[in-house]
Nanobody, 123 residues
Framework: VQLQASGGGLVHAGGSLRLSCAAS????????IGWFRQVPGKEREGVSC????????FYSDSVKGRFTSSRDIAKSTVYLQMNSLKPEDTAVYYC?????????????????WGQGTLVTVSS
């Protein structure tokens, strides 16, 4: 199982970015994929989860209405479209998987992590 996140960068507040998480070694139509973010000194926060069972997406309150997750099973890729970005969205973003279902805005089980991609939102 491998996950590779990409798409981070520097953007002004109010701008948009799309992160990608390329998966290999398993099939997206079984496993849930979560997006997490972390800033130094804080716990890793689950911001979005897309269910493996039915493709439904769930979001944390901090990003609801601004972020959208989706998946392309044929490309084995999950996306996180981030709009109306705020400086407080600045973090290293990770994708992760490990189970079939979401528990709120994170997979019920997490046992595989991708490397992070840095998102910086300037004010």
């Amino acid at each position: 199982v491998q996950l590779q996140a990409s798409g981070g960068g520097l953007v002004h507040a109010g701008g948009s970015l799309r992160l990608s998480c390329a998966a290999s070694g398993f099939t997206l139509d079984y496993y849930a994929i979560g997006w997490f973010r972390q800033v130094p000194g804080k716990e890793r926060e689950g911001v979005s989860c897309i269910s493996g069972v039915d493709g439904r997406s769930f979001y944390s309150d901090s990003v609801k209405g601004r972020f959208t997750s989706s998946r392309d099973i044929a490309k084995s890729t999950v996306y996180l479209q981030m709009n109306s970005l705020k400086p407080e969205d600045t973090a290293v973003y990770y994708c992760a998987t490990g189970g079939f279902y979401c528990s709120g805005s994170r997979p019920q089980v997490v046992d595989h992590w991708g490397q992070g991609t840095l998102v910086t939102v300037s004010s």
